[in-house]
């Protein structure tokens, strides 16, 4: 199978884990941590042009697990990480991995987390390396092992 199907059926099939999960994924930890997700894979190779950021914010509104809170409220969220990574890129990697840390309490979202970062990072069917090394990243900072997602 050529590398571009891997990455589409691996976000297919997280999509459809998420969505199987839809109803235990509300708490604003959840939403925090998968705002900040999307912010750093949009940001994941430090760069953030204004195709990509829109490219996310579209797939944020019309996700079907994120629409359990108000799509303005997601998009000011990824809007201000993304602000924190424009402005000083490793110290804005810093305060979002904490608030990706939010959903460590809770191992289901902790998962639904690192699920929505290979979504989005797939959804463009490049799944690139840095975009891979920053939901590893975020994978220890949630206590889960990489290789539970492929990664």
Known sequence: MALWDRIKESAATMQTQLVAKKNDLKSGAFRDASMAMCALVAAADGTIDPSERQRVAQLIA????????????????????LAKLTADFALGKVSVLQEIAK???????????????????????????????IVREACFTLDLPPHEFDL
Request: no cysteine; charged share 35%.
């Open 62 to 81: 019309s996700n079907e697990v994120l629409q359990n809170f108000p799509a303005d409220d997601l998009r000011r969220r990824f809007e201000d990480n």
């Open 103 to 133: 959903a460590k309490k809770k191992p289901a979202e902790a998962r639904a987390v690192i699920q929505i970062g290979i979504v989005i990072g797939g959804a463009d069917g490049d799944f690139d390396k840095d975009e891979q090394a």
